[in-house]
């Protein structure tokens, strides 16, 4: 497999040729220094960018590239056949064509042959694709989490007590939603005569080593919490004590996923990223997920290589993992963290 220099001598010396979008928008670029300068955009896309680009090979479509400078200029040019030759073609590519493109050769003309065509998936199913996992300390480091939903789980583990039942006035929620929770809740062990900010009422692993961090980014309002008893529930609201695992069978198919992408929509975020145990119901909730069809670039932050103890140390590493990102510590990651990048 070629190596990154000979990949970027080989964009170097192909300024000025034409190169196709993934949805076949033409463009050509020049080089400035050590960036690309595209014609159809003010963008410089630094060589490093490029390089980072370059590691995450196969390369599925610019989505996996969203915290990157210019991404569909990114992945044009790293999967054209012309520059990725033995390199990151993009995943699912027949040599000598150039994705997205309608099976175009590498210099714009057309293929003898029909182009190969991805499987379509079953009504109401995905396809599988295999995750793209990256150091968290690399994949995150461009992500705003002021700008960011910010997704986590619940616990377990819960604080008594609470203020005296009052009127939920501000949490607007779909009806469906607010149906489904009243069905669960009425199933559950629970005690709604006292209510906690969500954020507050959970106390495990997680919450005890997310600490500060927490309490700021609920103050900033782009912060939910994936609930066995409630769904989805802002961390700031009201919420009673329960006792209730979460179980996806109990909700409406496909309602929590559009309710996680509501909250982006409503907070103005094009970006999410959750923390959640790989094994949970959390990920699996999160990984089914339709992000990339609703343009939102998603990230979910897991921990790998822990054995003994793991039901303790993966949340205390997840807190920590929280923390790290949200106070721009990227160097500060515990061991084993990854950010899952959701299709």
Known sequence: MAGFDEV??????????????????????????????P????????????????????LDGPGQLQDLQGPSYLFAILTDARVAADGPRAAGSRPGTMPGNGG???????????????????PGRRTEVSPVRLAASS???????????LVLPCSARKVRGGQPHGDAAGQEWPAALLSAREKVLA???????????????YDGTFYQHAGTALASAVMAGNVVIISGGYGVARAHELIGWYEKVLHLADWPAGLLESVLIGEAR??????????????????????????????????????TGVSAGAMVEVPRRLGLAFCAFCNH?????????????LS
């Open 8 to 37: 970027w001598q080989r964009i170097v010396a192909l300024r000025g040729q034409t190169f196709y979008q993934k949805r076949g928008q033409p463009f050509t670029y020049s080089i400035s220094g050590n960036s690309v300068r």
């Open 39 to 58: 014609s159809t955009t003010n963008r410089q896309l630094p060589r490093a960018h490029f390089a980072r680009a370059f590691e995450r090979a196969p």
């Open 104 to 122: 175009r050769a590498g210099d714009g003309r057309p293929v003898v042959g029909p182009p190969a065509r991805p499987p379509v998936p079953a």
């Open 139 to 149: 994949a995150l480091r461009q992500i705003d989490p002021r700008r960011t939903l």
């Open 187 to 201: 199933a559950a062990e629970t005690d709604v005569a006292r209510q906690l900010p969500a954020w507050r009422r």
């Open 266 to 303: 409503r907070i103005g975020s094009d970006t999410v990223v959750a923390f959640a145990s790989a094994t949970t119901g959390y990920a699996q909730l999160l990984r089914r997920t339709r992000w990339r069809d609703a343009g939102l670039s998603a990230y979910l932050v897991t921990i």
């Open 329 to 341: 510590q990227h160097d500060s990651y515990p061991p084993g963290t990854i950010a899952e990048q």
